[in-house]
């Protein structure tokens, strides 16, 4: 073997100290992590708890699939979609108002106050919006959509303020030299840029809201979440099944939907 | 030939298929706000204002006694371990799901022969599987699993894993298949098997975004974990539970202050991952 293979060898097997070291970190961690939480999954995997745990399952089956119950869970439903759709849009509406200064148009300190604004949106989680909105606009879906669109705001405002700074600055600054004015460069120039992009990301966070809808029902905030809380709490499994069905359903015909739409976009021309 | 522009070459060709989207939307709308009962005016409420206002009244200051700090410092680290705990067991079951997934793996994909029926097969059956995953919600199944292991973390932390499990694996085959697929095809055309077509055709070009995915991944996952306590499964969220329910404003303000916090290390976290990993 000739030195220089040698060398290579030796720079392909060393290459990346800091990659073995932060692996290594990494097991650490999650060493650190199961022992500080105590859990003891071998306890999880005996015959005895798998026996329980099929029993636990056998309760939920068969669903309740009557037409009076079907009815609540399709009025459930639509509650759930209207949540999710209105917050969103509320939040994607919010998020590019957001988005102008935090991506640095109208200077650093409007650019580091809006990041600011945004991480404390975005970091408290729609569950405690719901929770703190339920008591600000009472119990219901408005309290829900309110909390979506508060949380969402937040990512998306941030995930816009993105895209934006990496929009092409050409187009824009094009259309402002040959005199346009500043608000119809940023329409004309940059938006038709990103469009693509705030619409997958708009669209990408209504599907994760129909998920959250669902759940924020739990503190009374509406929806196929209060439905399945209240089945659950009283013990009739068949029925909370159902609301299961149903939440899982909606993911799907959502997933399926959001990926024709991001398909349609891809294409040229459609 | 250069003409003048006219008034027609003016207009903006996408004008009907503008005002034709705008008017669907408007009709979509209406429904949607009447079901969500959409009233700003009961935000202006007098009794609600009362409650709002007393509640964030209290906000400040926040509660920063020695007892309280220590329990909310306790639950910030179980929420930590909740997540990193969850992300690795879900990472267990979505490297072998999204491997099996991943159609930039498959051998009878390459050529006329047997057995792609039945990879066909196998592989709808794990696609499925992902589904139910993912598609039910985290709390949903931290609910569900409270009630057959008990209060406590490992529900939090098995709700975690099933739920990004499914996630994961899902983005993961995804990964595999959008990136340079070739050198893993050749791998697989010269007769290596599918673990080192993997590693050596697929994982060099795709590491970093799957660390990168997996990470950011973790970080929603710490966010996951807040909310589980609001159904029993300790952490945060259980505190936050409890003060939200005393309308105790200046723990709760304290508990979001720690929340800020959490979020902007846990993206100092995974920048700091993502940016090594690189």
Same mark, same amino acid.
């Given at each position: 073997?000739?030195?220089?293979?040698?060398?290579?060898?030796?720079?392909?097997?060393?290459?990346?100290?800091?990659?073995?070291?932060?692996?290594?970190?990494?097991?650490?961690?999650?060493?650190?992590?199961?022992?500080?939480?105590?859990?003891?999954?071998? $306890?999880?995997?005996?015959?005895?708890?798998?026996?329980?745990?099929?029993? %636990?399952?056998?309760?939920?089956?068969?669903?309740?699939?009557?037409?009076?119950?079907?009815?609540?869970?399709?009025?459930?439903? !639509?509650?759930?979609?209207?949540?999710?759709?209105?917050?969103?849009?509320?939040?994607?509406?919010?998020?590019?108002?957001?988005?102008?200064?935090?991506?640095?148009?109208?200077?650093?300190?409007?650019?580091?106050?809006?990041? %600011?604004?945004?991480?404390?949106?975005?970091?408290?989680?729609?569950?405690?919006?719901?929770?703190?909105?339920?008591?600000?606009?009472?119990?219901?879906?408005?309290?829900?959509?309110l909390a979506l669109a508060l949380h969402t705001s937040g990512v998306l405002g941030r995930l816009f303020a993105e895209?934006?700074?990496?929009?092409?600055?050409?187009?824009?600054?094009?259309?402002?030299?040959?005199?346009?004015?500043?608000?119809?460069?940023?329409?004309?120039?940059?938006?038709?840029?990103?469009?693509?992009?705030?619409?997958?990301?708009? !669209?990408?966070?209504?599907?994760?809201?129909?998920?959250?809808?669902?759940? !924020?029902?739990?503190?009374?905030?509406?929806?196929?979440?209060?439905?399945?809380?209240?089945?659950?709490?009283?013990?009739?499994?068949?029925?909370?099944?159902?609301?299961?069905?149903?939440?899982?359903?909606?993911?799907?015909?959502?997933?399926?939907?959001?990926?024709?739409?991001? $398909?349609?976009?891809? $294409?040229?021309?459609? | 030939?250069?003409?003048?522009?006219?008034?027609?070459?003016?207009?903006?060709?996408?004008?009907?298929?503008?005002?034709?989207?705008?008017?669907?939307?408007?009709?979509?709308?209406?429904?949607?706000?009447?079901?969500?009962?959409?009233?700003?005016?009961?935000?202006?409420?007098?009794?609600?204002?009362?409650?709002?206002?007393?509640?964030?009244?209290? =906000?400040?200051?926040?509660?920063?006694?020695?007892?309280?700090?220590?329990?909310?410092?306790?639950?910030?680290?179980?929420?930590?371990?909740?997540?990193? &705990?969850?992300?690795?067991?879900?990472?267990?079951?979505?490297?072998p799901l999204g491997l099996a997934l991943s159609h930039s793996l498959s051998i009878s994909r390459i050529g006329p022969g047997p057995g792609r029926g039945v990879g066909e097969a196998l592989r709808a059956l794990a696609?499925?599987?992902?589904?139910?995953?993912?598609?039910?919600?985290?709390?949903?199944?931290?609910?569900?699993?409270?009630?057959? =292991?008990?209060?406590?973390?490992?529900?939090?932390?098995?709700?975690?894993?099933?739920?990004?499990?499914?996630?994961?694996?899902?983005?993961?085959?995804?990964?595999?298949?959008?990136?340079?697929?070739?050198?893993?095809?050749?791998?697989?055309?010269?007769?290596?098997?599918?673990?080192?077509?993997?590693?050596?055709?697929?994982?060099?070009?795709?590491?970093?975004?799957?660390?990168?995915?997996?990470?950011?991944?973790?970080?929603?996952?710490?966010? &996951?974990?807040?909310?589980?306590? =609001?159904?029993? &499964?300790?952490?945060?969220?259980?505190?936050?539970?409890?003060?939200?329910?005393?309308?105790?404003?200046?723990?709760?303000?304290?508990?979001?202050?720690? =929340?800020?916090?959490?979020?902007?290390?846990?993206?100092?976290?995974?920048?700091?991952?993502?940016?090594?990993?690189?």
């Amino acid at each position: 073997m000739s030195a220089t293979t040698l060398a290579e060898r030796r720079s392909a097997l060393g290459f990346c100290i800091y990659c073995w070291g932060t692996i290594a970190c990494l097991i650490a961690v999650v060493w650190a992590s199961f022992a500080y939480l105590s859990l003891d999954l071998s $306890r999880l995997l005996t015959l005895e708890s798998g026996r329980s745990m099929l029993e %636990f399952i056998a309760r939920f089956f068969p669903p309740d699939l009557s037409a009076g119950f079907m009815q609540k869970i399709a009025k459930g439903t !639509l509650e759930t979609l209207a949540i999710s759709a209105v917050g969103t849009l509320l939040a994607a509406s919010a998020g590019l108002v957001l988005a102008l200064p935090a991506s640095g148009r109208l200077g650093s300190g409007f650019k580091l106050a809006t990041r %600011f604004a945004l991480n404390f949106l975005r970091s408290v989680p729609e569950l405690v919006w719901a929770a703190l909105m339920v008591l600000a606009a009472g119990l219901g879906p408005f309290a829900g959509t309110l909390a979506l669109a508060l949380h969402t705001s937040g990512v998306l405002g941030r995930l816009f303020a993105e895209s934006l700074e990496n929009a092409p600055p050409e187009p824009a600054r094009t259309l402002v030299e040959s005199g346009a004015a500043p608000g119809l460069a940023f329409v004309y120039g940059t938006l038709p840029a990103i469009t693509p992009q705030l619409l997958a990301y708009s !669209l990408y966070r209504w599907e994760m809201n129909i998920r959250m809808a669902t759940v !924020l029902g739990f503190v009374g905030a509406g929806g196929l979440g209060q439905m399945l809380y209240y089945e659950l709490s009283l013990l009739h499994e068949p029925q909370a099944c159902s609301v299961i069905i149903a939440m899982l359903a909606l993911v799907v015909l959502v997933d399926a939907a959001s990926a024709w739409v991001r $398909r349609r976009q891809m $294409r040229p021309g459609g | 030939m250069n003409l003048p522009p006219t008034r027609q070459s003016l207009r903006d060709p996408n004008a009907p298929a503008r005002a034709t989207w705008a008017l669907i939307a408007v009709l979509l709308l209406w429904p949607l706000l009447l079901v969500a009962e959409f009233r700003p005016a009961e935000l202006f409420d007098a009794r609600n204002l009362k409650v709002m206002g007393g509640f964030l009244g209290q =906000f400040f200051p926040p509660n920063l006694g020695g007892e309280f700090l220590a329990l909310a410092l306790k639950a910030t680290v179980e929420t930590l371990a909740m997540a990193t &705990a969850g992300i690795a067991l879900a990472m267990l079951l979505a490297v072998p799901l999204g491997l099996a997934l991943s159609h930039s793996l498959s051998i009878s994909r390459i050529g006329p022969g047997p057995g792609r029926g039945v990879g066909e097969a196998l592989r709808a059956l794990a696609r499925l599987a992902l589904l139910l995953l993912r598609g039910i919600p985290e709390i949903v199944w931290a609910l569900l699993l409270v009630r057959a =292991f008990g209060l406590g973390p490992a529900a939090g932390v098995l709700a975690i894993a099933v739920t990004y499990g499914g996630m994961l694996g899902k983005v993961y085959s995804e990964i595999l298949e959008s990136g340079d697929t070739r050198p893993a095809r050749v791998l697989l055309e010269l007769g290596s098997g599918r673990l080192m077509a993997f590693f050596y055709g697929l994982l060099p070009g795709s590491a970093q975004e799957l660390a990168s995915y997996t990470v950011y991944r973790w970080e929603c996952a710490v966010r &996951a974990s807040v909310i589980m306590g =609001f159904v029993g &499964a300790g952490g945060l969220g259980q505190l936050m539970d409890q003060s939200m329910k005393m309308l105790n404003g200046g723990e709760v303000s304290t508990i979001l202050i720690i =929340f800020l916090l959490l979020v902007l290390l846990a993206d100092a976290i995974s920048n700091a991952v993502r940016s090594t990993l690189a």
